[in-house]
C-alpha cells in the first residue's frame, strides 16, 4: 500500500480530515522548501503538495504565480525537486509527496526518467494541471507503471458523465476544485460544493479534497465536512514569500490556525 | 482523402500536435464550443449571416494588387499583394472576429474577451463587440501597451476596457495566459475571442477557417486576374492565423508553394527572436502541442521582435504539422530586413504594410529576384503600417 492511501486510511479510522499543504518547490529557494515542509508536517499538515515552477502557469492566481517566478528566478528545475524530495525522504518516510504542475516541464524531462525517478526518490503522486483526461495516456501511463498516483482534478463545470470518465482514472485521492476560477480565488460557495462532492463521492471510494479558494481555519471549517481533506496553497505560499526571517513563525501559526478548525467536530 | 480534410482529427490534433491541453475546468466548455462550432459551421444561415458582414462590414473582398513597380524593381517573379490591409480595421484580424461573435450570440454569451499583442486583434475584437452591445475586456501586455499605445487608444474609444498585463514577459503570450484566467472564472456567461489559430481545439480550426476567405478569394482572383495559381504563397507567421488563412485553400494545390516566415529578431544566433518553427522544440504551452521556444527544462523563452503581433513563444498547431510534413516551409527574417522591407514598399508602391507583414516582404525581397519572371507570388498584406509609426521613428531616433 502507497503512502497516499495509507494515510487517508488511518485519517479516517481516526475520523480525522487530511490537511493538504501546497507550496512551490524552491520558493524562495530549495532549503527553506526542505525546512518549509518538515515544519508542515510537524504542525500538522498530512500530504505535500510540491509545486513544479512553470513559466506560463495559467491556472494560478496571482500568490502562486509569484511562487512560482521566485522559484524560476533561483533556476529550479524538476530535476532539482526530485533531488529535494530525496532529502525530504532522509527524515521523513511517511508524508505523501505529490508533484503538481504543467505538462511542459514534465515532457522536457521525460516520462521515463521522470517517473523512476520519482519513484526512487520518494514522490508518491503526479498532478498535471493542464493534462485533460483525454490527453493523459501520454505522460502518465509510466507513472502508473512505477505505482506513482495520478491525481485527477474534477471543476465545478465537470458534466456527470465525465466525472465517472475521470474517476475511473484518478487514483490516490480526487481533487475537487471548488470554484470556477483561479488558485487563491474569493469566492467559494459551500452549498455548491456541498452538491457536487456528494455526487462525487458516489461514483468514487478514492478520498475526495477540496482545493482552490481556502485560505485559514475559517473558511477550511466551512468545507471540511463535505469531503476527505482540504487543500490549502495561496496562502502558504504568501508566507513563503514574505519576509525571510518569520516563514518559520508564519507557516506554524497558519498551520495550527488550519489544523485545529479541520479537528474541531 | 486529401490533407486538407484530414485535419483537425476528432480529438482536435493535426498530426501530433493541436489538442486540448487545458486545465478541467474548461474542458466542458471547449467541448461545448466545439460541438456548437460543427453544427453550425455549414448552417446555411449562419454562413449567410458572416457572409454578409464580411462584404459591408468589412469590405470583402479585398484586392489582389499587382505590385507593378516594386515586381519591376526587384526584377524576378511577379509580386502580387493581396490587400488584408485594406480590411476594416486595417487587417486581415476582423475577418476572424466577425466570425467568432456572431458564434457568441449563438451561444448565449454576454461578456467578450480576448488577447492582443499589436492590437489589431484588440480592435477588432471591440469593433464587433460595439456592433454588437456586447461587454468586452481586452488583455494586453504591458510592454505592447507601451509600443502600440494608438491601438489601446482605439480599443478604449471603441468602449472597451483594456487590462495591462504585467506577469511574466509583459507581452502577448502573458495576455494570453490572463485571458485563459479571466475565461476560467467566468466561463458561464463569457466567449473568449482568441486572435490566432492558436491555444486548444478548436481555436486553431476556428480561427482558420474563418480566415480561410483570403485564400479562397486569391484562388478566384488568380484564375481571373492571372489566369493561372500563384507558384508561391509568403505570409508571417507570429501565431500564424493570416498565413493559415492564405495556405489553407491551397493546401491540396501542390504547384503552389507555401512559405511562412517568422520573426527572426536579432538573428536566430542571438537568441533574440520569435521562430519556433525554425529555432524551437515540440512542448506544450496555452492548451495546444506545438513548436515552442524552451528552455531544455521546458520553461518558455522569452521572445524578442521588432513586431509586437509576432512577439510569441509558440506557434498554431498546423502550422507545425505542414513543416512536419512538408507541405510548407518555415523561414525567418530579422529585425532589419523587415525595416527595410516597410519602407521599400512604402516608398515604391505608396503602401504602408504592418511591421509583422513586412517580415513576409522581406523575404519576398530576397526570394522574388532569384525566380523567373513567369512566376507569381502573392504575399498577404496582412495589416496596414499606422499603428507602428511610433516604433519605426523611435528606431531612427525622432520622437513624433
Known amino acids: 500500500m502507497g503512502r497516499i492511501e495509507t494515510t487517508f486510511l488511518d485519517l479516517a479510522e481516526l475520523k480525522q480530515k487530511a490537511l493538504i499543504g501546497y507550496i512551490v518547490s524552491g520558493d ?37 504565480q509569484q511562487g512560482h517566478e521566485r522559484a524560476l528566478s533561483e533556476k529550479i528545475s524538476l530535476k532539482a525537486t526530485l533531488k529535494l524530495v530525496k532529502s525530504f525522504r532522509e527524515k521523513d518516510k511517511k508524508t505523501p509527496v505529490v508533484l503538481m504542475g504543467y505538462m511542459n516541464t514534465f515532457e522536457a524531462l521525460g516520462s521515463e526518467v521522470f517517473s523512476s525517478t520519482a519513484k526512487d526518490n520518494g514522490v508518491d503522486g503526479v498532478l498535471i494541471v493542464d493534462m485533460p483526461l483525454e490527453a493523459s495516456d501520454e505522460f502518465t501511463e509510466e507513472s502508473r507503471k512505477q505505482g506513482l498516483d495520478v491525481i ?7 458534466t456527470e458523465s465525465r466525472i465517472k ?30 452538491k457536487k462532492v456528494l455526487k462525487l463521492k458516489k461514483v468514487t471510494d478514492l478520498p475526495v479534497v477540496i482545493g482552490f479558494g481556502i485560505k485559514d481555519g475559517k473558511s477550511a471549517s466551512k468545507v471540511k465536512d463535505l469531503a476527505d481533506g482540504v487543500v490549502v496553497g495561496s496562502a502558504l505560499v504568501d508566507i513563503m514569500g514574505g519576509n525571510k526571517e518569520e516563514i518559520e513563525k508564519h507557516l506554524s501559526i497558519k498551520i495550527k490556525d488550519l489544523s485545529k478548525a479541520l479537528h474541531k467536530t | 482523402m486529401s490533407k486538407k480534410e484530414q485535419v483537425p482529427d476528432s480529438k482536435g490534433r493535426f498530426g501530433i500536435y493541436g489538442g486540448v491541453y487545458v486545465a478541467e475546468t474548461l ?36 484586392p489582389l494588387y499587382f505590385a507593378k513597380h516594386w515586381s519591376k524593381k526587384l526584377g524576378g517573379a511577379k509580386v502580387y499583394l493581396k490587400r488584408e490591409d485594406l480590411n476594416h480595421t486595417g487587417a486581415h484580424k476582423i475577418n476572424n472576429t466577425v466570425g467568432q461573435i456572431l458564434l457568441a450570440k449563438h451561444m448565449g454569451k454576454t461578456r467578450i474577451i480576448a488577447e492582443t499583442g499589436a492590437g489589431q486583434h484588440g480592435v477588432a475584437t471591440a469593433t464587433v463587440a460595439a456592433r454588437q452591445g456586447l461587454e468586452c475586456v481586452i488583455y494586453m501586455g504591458e510592454e505592447d501597451i507601451k509600443r502600440q499605445s494608438l491601438n489601446v487608444y482605439r480599443i478604449k474609444i471603441l468602449g472597451a476596457e483594456v487590462v495591462s498585463v504585467n506577469s511574466g514577459t509583459k507581452t502577448l503570450k502573458d495576455a494570453m495566459n490572463e485571458a485563459m484566467r479571466d475565461w476560467v472564472t467566468n466561463v458561464d456567461n463569457t466567449y473568449y475571442i ?22 479562397k478569394e486569391v484562388l478566384v482572383q488568380s484564375k481571373n486576374q492571372i489566369g493561372k495559381m500563384p507558384d508561391l504563397l509568403v505570409a508571417c507567421v507570429g501565431g500564424g492565423s493570416n498565413a493559415m488563412g492564405l495556405f489553407y485553400p491551397f493546401i491540396d494545390i501542390s504547384s503552389t508553394d507555401l512559405v511562412g516566415v517568422e520573426a527572426g529578431g536579432l538573428g536566430l544566433d542571438t537568441g533574440k527572436h520569435a521562430a519556433p518553427l525554425n529555432a524551437g522544440s515540440e512542448g506544450v504551452l496555452h492548451g495546444m502541442r506545438t ?3 524552451q528552455t531544455e527544462e521546458g520553461q518558455i523563452q522569452n521572445t524578442h521582435s521588432i513586431s509586437a503581433g509576432l512577439d510569441y513563444p509558440g506557434v498554431g498547431p498546423e502550422h507545425a504539422w505542414l513543416k512536419d510534413i512538408g507541405r510548407a516551409d518555415y523561414t525567418t527574417a530579422n529585425d532589419q530586413e523587415a525595416l527595410d522591407a516597410f ?44 499603428k507602428d509609426i511610433n516604433t519605426v521613428a523611435d528606431i531612427e531616433g525622432i520622437k513624433l
Open chain 1, 165 to 194: 470518465k475521470i474517476c475511473k482514472q484518478a487514483s490516490g485521492y480526487v481533487y475537487y476544485i471548488s470554484l470556477k476560477g483561479i488558485t487563491g480565488a474569493d469566492s467559494i460557495n459551500p452549498k455548491e460544493v456541498e
Open chain 2, 343 to 386: 519602407k521599400e514598399l512604402t516608398l515604391v508602391e505608396g503602401i504602408m504594410p504592418a511591421l509583422e507583414t513586412a517580415h513576409a516582404l522581406a523575404y519576398v525581397k530576397k526570394i522574388a529576384p532569384t525566380m523567373d519572371s513567369e512566376k507569381v507570388i502573392v504575399v498577404n498584406i496582412s495589416g496596414r503600417g499606422d
Open chain 2, 27 to 62: 474542458v466542458p466548455a471547449l467541448e461545448e464550443l466545439a460541438q456548437k462550432y460543427e453544427l453550425i459551421k455549414d448552417d446555411k444561415e449562419f454562413k449567410a449571416e458572416v457572409q454578409d458582414d464580411l462584404e459591408k462590414f468589412v469590405g470583402r473582398p479585398s
Open chain 1, 152 to 158: 485527477r482534478l474534477i471543476a465545478p463545470t465537470t
Open chain 2, 291 to 293: 513548436y515552442l521556444m
Open chain 2, 194 to 215: 482568441i486572435g490566432s489559430v492558436a491555444g486548444p481545439h478548436p481555436y486553431p480550426q476556428i480561427v482558420r477557417d474563418f480566415n480561410s476567405i483570403v485564400g
Open chain 1, 28 to 64: 524562495p529557494n530549495v532549503s527553506s522548501t526542505l525546512m518549509a515542509m518538515h515544519l508542515m508536517v510537524e504542525e500538522g499538515v498530512h500530504v505535500i503538495e510540491l509545486g513544479i515552477a512553470f513559466s506560463d502557469p495559467m491556472a494560478e492566481g496571482p500568490s502562486i
